[in-house]
């Protein structure tokens, strides 16, 4: 079975863009999270989409959102960047989000804002 | 506020020894834990899980313990092996009304096993 994979892998942008990543689960999962990586603040949950519905979310502006597509696909948009975005976005998926249930990761997008 | 804390940011074993890899968390509500190992430019890779239920998980090498008056778990790696050299983190996950919730990960553990 082919794990979670994240599009695109890198990438730069400058403060005032935005910017769309993409991440397609295990097949059969339909729980997708996302979270931020930076060295400071570690690995911190973004939100959770199940059904195509935000079912979780995290402590952050209003500039990230997200959607989920019928096919379980995700892709997550932060707009108006700002140099504190860069990160290593994670996206992560398990089968229904239940409790008790692992959820497994894809490599990242590594974003880096100038 | 920290609900879950690795106190221990870096830890060095020689090869063949035990790794004890500590993580302490302050939310009663967690009922599920996890372990995943992460290497430099990749995706956290899950190791192993415990549920609040149980105090013991073994997968071989591995083997989690859970003490829940303490709200404390370890994670133990027996023989280490160098290519156990990664970052470790622990995260935990409460369970609202069936839904896991979002994981909340510990800072991470950097583990260096010496040949």
């Known amino acids: 079975k082919a794990g979670v994979t994240q599009t695109p892998r890198y990438l730069i942008k400058t403060r005032g863009q935005q910017v769309t990543l993409s991440c397609s689960p295990i097949?059969?999962?339909?729980?997708v999270s996302w979270y931020q990586q930076t060295p400071g603040q570690g690995l911190q949950f973004l939100f959770e989409?199940?059904?195509?519905?935000?079912?979780n979310k995290g402590n952050f502006p209003g500039r990230f959102s997200g959607r989920q597509f019928s096919n379980s696909r995700s892709e997550m948009n932060v707009s108006t960047l700002e140099l504190g975005d860069s990160a290593l976005y994670l996206c992560?998926?398990?089968?229904?989000?239940?409790?008790?249930?692992?959820?497994?990761f894809g490599p990242g997008t590594r974003l880096l804002v100038l | 506020d920290q609900q879950v804390k690795q106190n221990s940011p870096s830890l060095s074993v020689q090869e063949g020894r035990i790794s004890i890899l500590n993580c302490d968390y302050t939310n009663s509500m967690f009922d599920y834990f996890l372990w995943y190992k992460k290497y430099p430019a990749e995706g956290p890779t899950f190791l192993i899980s415990i549920s609040s239920i149980k105090d013991k998980n073994e997968d071989g090498r591995f083997t989690v313990f859970l003490n829940k008056s303490a709200k404390h778990l370890s994670l133990h790696i027996v023989p280490s092996q160098p290519g156990d050299s990664a970052v470790y983190f622990c995260?935990?996950?409460?369970?609202?009304?069936?839904?896991?919730?979002?994981?909340?990960f510990g800072k991470g553990t950097k583990l260096s096993v010496k040949p």
């Open positions: 097949s059969g999962h339909r729980s």
């Open positions: 995260a935990a996950s409460a369970n609202y009304g069936g839904s896991q919730g979002n994981l909340i």
């Open positions: 992560a998926s398990s089968l229904q989000g239940r409790t008790g249930e692992t959820q497994y």
């Open positions: 989409y199940f059904s195509e519905t935000q079912r």
